[in-house]
């Protein structure tokens, strides 16, 4: 079956050559990964301990740092739709999760939803597509438990202090949201200052989740 596999990826390969989505290099069709060798080496880990948010208890992990291809590859993925790196991204994300079982306690699976109107002018929810492989790897179903109720500033154009203010009151937990009692993993592509996941968090607490774990892709310093 394996060997199936491989003569249909090269045959594939011949009509359909595979690309590096950092660098356009072509790729081997048998290389799983999505990314060539050089652009994955230049994908750094994120090496320092979880983060604390301002809600007690609550603790962010992030699997690589939010600079260099990672970064670009992350604007390809929100603002030019392309969708398809999400299986990078999820890798990634599934080999962190290897290194850090406590994130494989979650009874619930979720991500920060966007607003209904920046769900029309992006299409999709790109949070919400990482989760549903993370959920896959936990062998849950991903929730759409939280909805923004107001539209706010793009976080990344706002000081540390705004956008502490920016969110207030904009997340609330869905009716039937079923997190009562149960512990929680909130999902988000990109952590920096943790305003959004720090509201999102509280939301679910006030809403009947036992705990909150976040995990984001990336982490920016």
Request: charged share 25%; glycine share 8%.
């Amino acid at each position: 079956m394996q060997e199936l596999k491989a003569i249909a990826k090269n045959f594939i390969n011949l009509f359909y050559p595979l690309h590096c989505p950092g660098c356009s290099k072509q790729l081997d069709p048998l290389d799983d990964r999505g990314l060539c060798a050089h652009c994955v080496a230049s994908i750094k880990p994120n090496a320092m301990p979880p983060f604390e948010l301002e809600t007690p208890a609550i603790m962010a992990y992030s699997a690589c740092l939010y600079e260099g291809t990672l970064k670009e590859l992350i604007h390809g993925f929100k603002y030019r739709g392309r969708v398809a790196l999400s299986k990078i991204f999820i890798g990634i994300m599934t080999d962190y999760m290897k290194e850090n079982p406590e994130l494989k306690a979650a009874g619930v699976v979720t991500c920060v939803p966007l607003h209904r109107s920046r769900m029309r002018e992006r299409e999709f929810n790109q949070s919400m597509s990482i989760a549903r492989g993370i959920a896959k790897e936990l062998a849950l179903s991903a929730k759409d438990t939280l909805e923004k109720t107001k539209r706010t500033n793009y976080q990344n154009e706002l000081t540390k202090s705004e956008r502490l203010t920016n969110l207030k009151g904009a997340f609330r937990v869905r009716d039937n949201a079923g997190i009562e009692g149960k512990s929680v993993l909130l999902i988000d592509d990109v952590m920096t200052t943790g305003a959004t996941l720090n509201e999102c968090g509280a939301a679910l607490l006030s809403g009947g989740a036992d705990s909150v774990t976040c995990f984001t892709l990336a982490r920016g310093i």
